[in-house]
């Protein structure tokens, strides 16, 4: 079992930047793929970015490409997803999320159902 705990969530003025982290604790032996969802009050989940098991390989959902960055410190256990340029529309609980889908992706893992482990989530809120 993986345990993920989110932090660094907090209320932002549009424009600004947050960095949210994701520290792994219990069975973190395995070289995981991270990701990062969140849900906003009254939406579905909606991916927002992964990573592969060494970071080279990430991507990103549509509405943040660009402004959003995935990394990872395996020395830490940990996954970061740096927020800039944020807008009122990425206020949402953002939870991380770790599973394993090998080497090299067959499929992008957008989906949630793919993911094995998923964090309580930490609120973001941007205030325009």
């Known amino acids: 079992q993986v345990q993920l705990v989110e932090s660094g969530g907090g209320l932002v003025q549009a424009g600004n930047s947050l960095r949210l982290s994701c520290a792994a604790s219990?069975?973190?032996?395995?070289?995981?793929?991270w990701g990062w969802f969140r849900q906003a009050p009254g939406k579905v989940r909606e991916f927002v970015a992964a990573?592969?098991?060494?970071?080279?390989?990430?991507f990103y959902g549509d509405s943040v490409r660009g402004r959003f960055a995935i990394s990872r410190d395996d020395a830490k256990n940990t996954a970061y997803l740096q927020m800039d340029s944020l807008r009122p529309e990425d206020t949402a609980v953002y939870y991380c999320a770790a599973g394993v889908f090998g080497p090299a992706w067959t499929t992008i893992p957008n989906m949630e159902r793919l993911w094995d482990y998923w964090g309580q989530g930490t609120q973001v809120t941007v205030s325009s």
């Open positions: 990573t592969n098991w060494n970071g080279g390989i990430t």
């Open positions: 219990g069975r973190t032996g395995t070289r995981y793929d």
